[in-house]
């Protein structure tokens, strides 16, 4: 059964600061992805990695996927206020389901 | 574009009560689910449908019913709500297979309170 961990489960960052969140996952996955949850709002699609070292970029966050280690990570870089929200990994199972992690919410402060 | 819409977006049941979750898509999207949140517990999945005419449990399946009515339409009934079902609702879809790697889009949710 699939299981999938994140941590830290909050994190509170000054602005400008560097800093990166973990995502494991059991199991042999396929597919991850990362969302963003505004409070009060849906969850945005940020990122979907497909395969082993695969990276994508966009503004001051970057996600990456081990497979062989069965881990992805977000990394914010020179956060600014804006990006204070809450921040979901999902991992694929083998049928069409996600698992999702139990979210780390980013506080940002000046 | 509208992508998913639920409705109603807030509701107040009494224990005991029945009511139905609507959802629907305008993105020809095969694949529909429903989650359930609940703070510091991540998004667990109810019941999905991979498609029309389809429907499977997910992790929380218990209390719960689902109808896929059409391509564009999912919804999910509480036939005797409790309160340990008060939560928010989202419902979701996305493509599916072939084309699984897709991610999913979630709608607006519905915050749900059960007294």
């Known amino acids: 059964e699939l299981k999938v961990e994140q941590n830290p489960l909050f994190l509170s960052m000054q602005e400008g600061k560097n800093y990166t969140i973990y995502c494991n996952y059991s199991?042999?996955?396929?597919?991850l992805y990362w969302y963003r949850q505004d409070p009060g709002k849906s969850l945005e699609s940020l990122f979907v990695l497909l395969s082993n070292g695969a990276v994508k970029q966009e503004g001051r966050l970057m996600a990456s996927l081990d497979t062989k280690a069965r881990l992805s990570t977000l990394h914010i870089t020179a956060a600014v206020h804006d990006l204070s929200a809450t921040y979901f990994c999902?991992?694929?199972?083998?049928?069409?389901?996600?698992?999702f992690g139990t979210g780390t919410r980013l506080q940002v402060f000046p | 574009n509208a992508g998913v819409t639920q409705t109603p977006k807030f509701q107040v049941l009494k224990t005991g009560q029945s009511m139905t979750l609507q959802c629907a898509q305008d993105?020809?999207?095969?694949?529909m689910y429903w989650y359930r949140q609940d703070p510091g517990m991540g998004l667990r999945l109810i019941y999905y449908s991979a498609s029309e005419g389809t429907t499977d449990k997910g992790e929380v399946p218990n209390g719960y019913n689902v109808s896929r009515l059409n391509k564009r339409e999912f919804s999910l009934r509480l036939e005797s709500a409790a309160p340990s079902q008060t939560s928010v609702y989202f419902c979701?879809?996305?493509?599916?297979?072939?084309?699984?790697?897709?991610?999913?889009?979630f709608g607006d949710g519905t915050r749900l309170s059960i007294l």
């Open positions: 199991t042999t996955s396929d597919r």
């Open positions: 993105m020809n999207h095969n694949s």
């Open positions: 979701a879809s996305s493509t599916g297979r072939p084309n699984r790697n897709q991610p999913q889009h």
């Open positions: 999902a991992a694929g199972d083998n049928t069409d389901k996600l698992i």
